[in-house]
């Protein structure tokens, strides 16, 4: 299948710090690519859908300003999460689809501890 | 939108046994139906999924059964194996075509 890559893996920041994750699709072109977050013993849940090129669509809930999302090529998207609070610490899942037929694949995650 | 229950939240079955887990779903427009497996702090992993236009899927020990005028799906693994053990979530698209929405998840345990 296809595969797709986070960095950093794991951070840990201090509170008040900004934080970019990035997410790659390293053998297809992601023309949709999804950012979830998973607290501990929960499901994923969807923050974001973004498309090459056009703004991100957020899910009801969460704040667009506090979580930036940049989808510059088809094979990139970064999330950056602005003045980081301990509350945000949590799982972060980014996730590439093809378009129909709805599969997505997705990254390794990123463990984000704030201090 | 979209809204995916699964149950149960736990199961624990001896090795060897069948685990059925159900989810049921809100959006009669749905059309993806998969089942990922995911392990702590790993990523999720898509064991099988299903389309509206099929009724069951089987992939060696793992099936999944779909009943579009009910509104659920089943995920079944048979003859359980002690690296079954994980989380495993369905998950379904809605009207927007292309986004999951995934269920609250089931932590199997299977027994040696």
């Known amino acids: 299948g296809a595969v797709v890559s986070q960095h950093p893996s794991r951070v840990i920041c201090k509170s008040g710090t900004s934080v970019k994750i990035e997410c790659r699709s390293l053998?297809?072109?992601?023309?949709?690519m999804f950012w979830y977050r998973q607290f501990p013993k929960q499901s994923l849940m969807l923050m974001a859908t973004s498309n090459e090129g056009s703004k991100a669509t957020y899910e009801q809930g969460v704040e667009k300003d506090k979580f930036l999302i940049n989808h510059a090529s088809l094979t990139l998207s970064t999330l950056t999460v602005t003045s980081a609070h301990p509350e945000d610490s949590s799982f972060y899942i980014c996730?590439?689809?093809?378009?129909?037929?709805?599969?997505?694949?997705f990254g390794p995650g990123t463990r984000l501890t704030v201090l | 939108g979209e809204n995916v229950e699964q149950h149960p939240s736990t199961l624990s079955v001896q090795e060897g046994d069948s685990a059925v887990i159900k989810c049921t779903y809100s959006?009669?427009?749905?059309?993806?139906f998969p089942w990922y497996k995911q392990e702590l702090g790993k990523r999720p992993q898509l064991i099988i999924d299903?389309?509206?236009?099929?009724g069951e899927k089987k992939d060696q020990r793992i099936a999944v059964t779909l009943n579009k005028t009910a509104k659920h799906f089943s995920l079944h693994i048979t003859e359980t194996q002690p690296e079954d053990s994980a989380v495993y979530f369905c998950a379904a698209t809605g009207a927007a075509g292309n986004k999951l929405t995934f269920g609250g998840g089931t932590r199997v345990l299977v027994k040696p």
């Open positions: 299903i389309r509206s236009n099929v």
């Open positions: 996730s590439g689809g093809q378009g129909s037929p709805n599969e997505q694949f």
């Open positions: 959006d009669s427009a749905s059309n993806y």
């Open positions: 053998d297809f072109q992601a023309t949709t």
